[in-house]
């Protein structure tokens, strides 16, 4: 993915593709000290980009690290890189990180370092699939107790096991895995957030304790508009059984109807179906 075309935005000036590039002694390689976000541009806008800058600060902080820009300053580089880049559909991947001006735990001599790149990319899953539903398993691992690691930030280290849980699923012929909290509560897909219907209502996980979806919370909005109730609560994955439908929301996987979940079975309906098609208005403008 390094050796193509385009500008990388890179601690304040634009570098090109192939030349953005960080010390094998980065702090964020060895201890994980980084944090990023993944946003959507849409015809020529980014969608809740403030909310995904605000949400970029916040993962720093809760790592105890400061980003030196603003959140002005961030919202004006990700419209830049777009530019830059000739972009008006396309993901957009800011990454802060702590470099390599020193090489221990402690990272009090560290400096922080910002990244933003942007590229075209369609669709998280396969359009085709997606209609009929996505298949998941049961992920091994499970999302951390949030004493143990700060579970609410968008923090790489927190990746470590959904990189292990999406490539072991892929390589089985699942599309994705999902996890269930250490409590052993229904957590959330690898890298979006999850939801189920029964009796025409939305069950959704709680999010203290795993990523506050920017996809999520805009779902909840319009699900309430459309008068459907949402109900956010522990959900024990046995409860499956009686749910109807399920669909998955994220800012690269959108709304992905599920059709299955290990041996539970969903049909794509009316409200996964109907949201998605609604979220795809939204984000254009068009709702
Ligand atoms: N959970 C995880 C683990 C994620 O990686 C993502 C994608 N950022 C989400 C949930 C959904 O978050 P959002 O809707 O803000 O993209």
Redesign the pocket.
Known sequence: FDDRDGWIWFDGEFVPWREAKTHVLTHGLHYGSSVF???RMYGGEIFKLTA?SQ?LKRSAELLDFEIPYSVAEIDAACKETCARNGLIDCYIRPVAYLGAEQLSVSARNSKVHLAIAAWEWPSYFDPEVKKKGIALEWAKWRRPDPSTAPSTA?AAG??MI?TMSKTAAEKRGYADALMLDWRGYVA??????VFFVKDGALHTPRVDH?????????VIEMAQARGTEVVVRDILPEELAGFSECFL?????EVTPVGQVGDYRFTPGELSLGLMDDYGKLVRGQL
Not at 188 to 193: K, R, S
């Open positions: 976000e993944g946003e995904h949400r968008k927190l990746y959904c959330e897909a690898t890298g979006a957030n795993i990523l506050d979806g920017i996809t999520r919370q805009t929301t994220g800012s690269a996987a």
